[in-house]
């Protein structure tokens, strides 16, 4: 019974003093500004989709959008 106590606690030491994380480390870029704000633009795009736009710079760009004019755009495809 001892031998389990003292494995039990010296698992319980062992798994506080292995910390897998650096607590110094500074985290890589990922992303760029530019991405970043495309992401906000298409959040902000699909939030509550199935309602009429409030933001004014989307609604602008929903009524000037023609796809054939933008037709090059969606030339990459993958099949599977």
């Keep these: 019974m ?8 010296a698992l319980c030491v ?3 003093i292995s910390d ?3 607590h110094n480390a500074t985290p890589p870029t990922i992303a760029d500004a ?3 704000q495309k992401q906000i633009d ?16 989307l609604k602008s760009i929903a ?6 004019r933008n037709i090059e755009k969606y ?5 599977n």
Excluded: M
């Excluded at 001892?2 to 606690?9: A, E, K, P, T």
């Excluded at 009524?63 to 054939?68: D, F, Q, V």
């Design 2 to 9: 001892s031998r389990v106590v003292l494995c039990l606690l």
């Design 20 to 22: 897998p994380v650096e």
């Design 42 to 57: 298409l959040l902000t795009l699909y939030f509550h989709v199935g309602e009429p736009l409030q933001d004014r710079n």
């Design 14 to 16: 062992a798994s506080g």
């Design 63 to 68: 009524e000037s959008w023609n796809i054939e």
């Design 34 to 36: 530019n991405f970043l």
């Design 75 to 79: 030339n990459k495809f993958t099949r």
